[in-house]
């Protein structure tokens, strides 16, 4: 079903997580071929808002506050959000499809004008009441980003595999922060996560960073400042090429790193997705989360999950985490073998 406007808008909300507005981004491409003339706009939460500004299938790109639910908003962040309120209102939209399926998300879809609002029946905490074409209940065990997809199909998007484009990365500079480097195959571990029980012990980490440098190949761990001390002491007294980069990359400088890498080791979070979709092959750590519906989306990657009957439980906390604390590093080096194995470096 199409639009017969010469020059559709169209609003597109996903406002978070990094994850999920990396699974959008085929949906983006399958509507840019679905209406070519068309004017795109995405509505998204600041933090990831850099993985959109002047991509190349967006027109426009506007930011949202993270609304705070428990707790004040900010002064700067109430302004934002009037100020964002009245550019949604204001503006008239052909269409509006709403990939959140939260009540942060129909707050805006209902706040737009559109004779077409566009997304999923019965999603949570009651966003699909202010849609006006309700596509039927997805399967929760359905990729996310297949899940995306499905909608675009609705709208005329023609069949096709998932593209995955960003806007203009910058350059860095390997040898200015990683001297060490000498050009040897570049690993990157990811050990951090949101959720307490996504993460793997640093003991594991340690070995599997060890292993690696002992195999000649160089080490890069990523993560947020917030990261910091568990990846320095990932590292500590590790003799090798390693570099510690939590704290030291904006959005896209991450990409950038994980385009010069052969291999990413990571947990189940949102670089993983950034990793998946810049191309690089994966090990992923799997715990309370199911692989199948947020894996890492395409060919060549090892996903690792202990087959215990407690996961996925989908618990961000837990007092006995045996899913990751009790997976063995000997079982991520083995995965990590067969990955470089396949690419050929020995």
């Known amino acids: 079903m199409t639009i017969p406007t010469s020059r559709p808008r169209l609003l597109l909300v996903k406002l978070s997580s990094l994850g999920d507005v990396v699974h959008t981004l085929p949906t983006l491409e399958a509507l840019r071929l679905a ?69 942060k998300s129909a707050m805006w879809v209902a706040l737009a004008q559109s004779p077409r609002k566009v997304g999923f029946d019965r999603t949570r905490e009651g966003s699909w009441r202010v849609l006006t074409e309700r596509l039927p209940p997805y399967d929760p065990d359905r990729h ?56 793997w012990p640093v003991a594991g980490w340690r070995e599997v960073a060890r292993w690696l440098l002992e195999k000649g190949l160089a080490v890069a761990v990523t993560g947020s400042a917030n990261d910091r001390q568990m990846t320095e002491s990932i590292l500590e007294g590790l003799s090798g090429p390693a570099v510690n980069l939590a704290g030291r990359t904006l959005l896209l400088e991450l990409i950038s790193w994980l385009r010069l890498a052969t291999l990413a080791v990571t947990t189940d979070t949102g670089p993983m997705h950034l990793a998946a979709a810049a191309g690089v092959p994966l090990v992923a750590l799997f715990g309370p989360t199911a692989p199948w519906r947020t894996g890492p989306f395409g060919e060549g990657h090892e996903i690792l999950r202990l087959p215990l009957s407690c996961s996925p439980c989908f618990k961000r906390q837990c007092l006995e985490p045996h899913c990751l604390a009790e997976l063995p590093p000997a079982q991520v080096q083995a995965a990590c073998e067969k990955v470089l194995y396949r690419l050929g470096v020995n």
């Not at 500004?53 to 949202?64: C, F, I, M, R, S």
């Not at 199909?153 to 000498?182: I, K, N």
């Open 35 to 103: 209406y070519p003339q068309g004017h795109i706009t995405w509505l998204v939460e600041e933090a990831f808002a850099p993985l959109l500004a002047g991509h190349p299938a967006l027109d426009a790109v506007w930011t949202a506050p993270r609304l705070r639910w428990r707790g004040r908003q900010t002064g700067r962040d109430l302004r934002k959000l009037a100020g964002l309120a009245l550019q949604v209102r204001h503006r008239r939209f052909d269409l509006v499809v709403d990939l959140q399926g939260l009540l």
């Open 144 to 199: 996310a980003l297949l899940r995306y997809l499905d909608v675009a199909r609705h709208l005329g998007a023609p069949e096709g595999p998932p593209r995955f484009r960003f806007p203009p990365l910058p350059l860095v500079s390997p040898e200015l922060v990683f001297p060490s480097w000498g050009q040897a195959p570049l690993v990157i571990l990811h050990p951090g996560a949101r959720w307490a029980t996504k993460l």
